[in-house]
């Protein structure tokens, strides 16, 4: 079992920075491929960034450019880094891994990106 506790939401203005942060507790985190997805009202979930136990990353089209998603594995932690932020970024951005074909969720950050 893997528990994934977010931190770092805010609320932050167009252009600014923020950097989140999960942090995976319960099993190993070698071998994790781990991300971030975000969910507006009314939206469905979509996917942000994604790291593979590897270091092999993958961004959405819309971040690319703008957010870096990476790992302290000393620190069973993953972070996103978003820069120039959007007012469209502005959702609950949770915190997901995928390790020995389970799927595990955080519960969720939010960020509110003002114009």
């Known amino acids: 079992q893997v528990q994934l506790v977010e931190s770092g939401g805010g609320l932050v203005q167009a252009g600014g920075s923020l950097r989140l942060s999960c942090a995976a507790s319960?099993?190993?985190?070698?071998?994790?491929?781990m991300g971030w997805f975000r969910q507006a009202p009314g939206k469905q979930r979509d996917m942000v960034a994604i790291i593979s136990s590897s270091g092999t990353t993958n961004l959405a089209d819309s971040v690319k450019g703008r957010f870096t998603i990476s790992t302290d594995n000393a620190k069973n932690t993953v972070y996103l880094q978003m820069n120039s932020l959007k007012p469209e970024d502005t959702a609950v951005y949770l915190c997901?891994?995928?390790?020995?074909?389970?799927?595990?969720w955080g519960k969720g950050t939010l960020v509110t990106v003002s114009s």
């Open positions: 997901y891994a995928y390790y020995s074909t389970r799927t595990y």
């Open positions: 319960g099993s190993t985190f070698s071998g994790m491929t």
